[in-house]
């Protein structure tokens, strides 16, 4: 089976500081991609960062980084001089095989991150 | 502007009825998704189409139905034979469906029982 897990349901953090959202995921497969969504108040469903499993860098996006460790299946998204702004849910996905070789993504359930002033 | 429109963005449905969300897309993206989200959980896949004219049942397709008639739309039925519809519904299109492809999405409708 192929899981996501995120096992933080609430974070807060104080804007300007930095914040770490855990995930974990199972599968099977050797290459395959991994996913970051942010989800705001408005519920609209925004990428914040990819990453493809056969590239060692983690991926990078302005403040948004990740530790992708491949032999853990471990794939946190670090979150840097937070700013209000960033206060959503996120949401960890998993690009799933389904049987005629298509694919969707497969979610975790999210992480509610609240940034203070 | 490109992107995806979900519409309406609020609808009600009683007993016994079926209701259609809309989704259309002018990315030209050959892939669309359906994806249903309850409170405290995640998104779960519905159904998905690589193609015009073909789609594909996901997760949690009982009790809902699709059509992929034209490129551009890929409407959801959410049929009387799903007892509980209330959630909020979101659409997705990427240019192929590869595991490669980012997803982007709708704004969303929210479905409610009377």
């Known amino acids: 089976a192929q899981t996501v897990t995120q096992s933080q349901p609430e974070m807060s953090v104080q804007e300007a500081e930095t914040v770490t959202l855990s995930c974990t995921y199972d599968t099977s497969e050797s290459n395959y991609y991994l996913f970051w969504y942010k989800q705001p108040p408005s519920r609209q469903m925004i990428l914040v960062i990819r990453?493809?499993?056969?590239?060692?860098q983690n991926a990078t996006e302005n403040r948004f980084s990740v530790n992708f460790q491949k032999a853990a299946k471990s794939f946190s998204l670090k979150i840097s001089d937070s700013q209000l702004g960033d206060t959503a849910m996120y949401f960890c996905?998993?690009?799933?095989?389904?049987?005629?070789?298509?694919?969707?993504?497969?979610f975790g359930k999210g992480t509610s991150l609240l940034v203070t002033p | 502007d490109g992107g995806i429109t979900q519409s309406p963005k609020y609808l009600f449905r009683k007993e016994g009825q079926n209701v259609t969300l809309s989704c259309e897309q002018n990315?030209?993206?050959?892939?669309m998704y359906w994806y249903r989200q309850d409170p405290g959980q995640g998104l779960r896949l519905i159904y998905y189409?690589?193609?015009?004219?073909?789609?594909q049942k996901g997760d949690i397709a009982e009790g809902y139905s699709v059509s992929r008639e034209k490129k551009e739309s890929f409407p959801l039925t959410v049929t009387s034979a799903q007892k509980n519809p209330t959630a909020f519904y979101l659409c997705?299109?990427?240019?192929?469906?590869?595991?490669?492809?980012?997803?982007?999405f709708g704004a969303g409708t929210r479905l409610s029982v009377l």
């Open positions: 990315l030209n993206h050959d892939a």
């Open positions: 990453q493809e499993a056969y590239k060692q």
């Open positions: 996905a998993f690009m799933k095989t389904y049987s005629n070789s298509g694919y969707a993504l497969n």
């Open positions: 189409s690589q193609i015009v004219n073909d789609f």
């Open positions: 997705a299109s990427s240019q192929g469906a590869l595991a490669k492809n980012i997803q982007y």
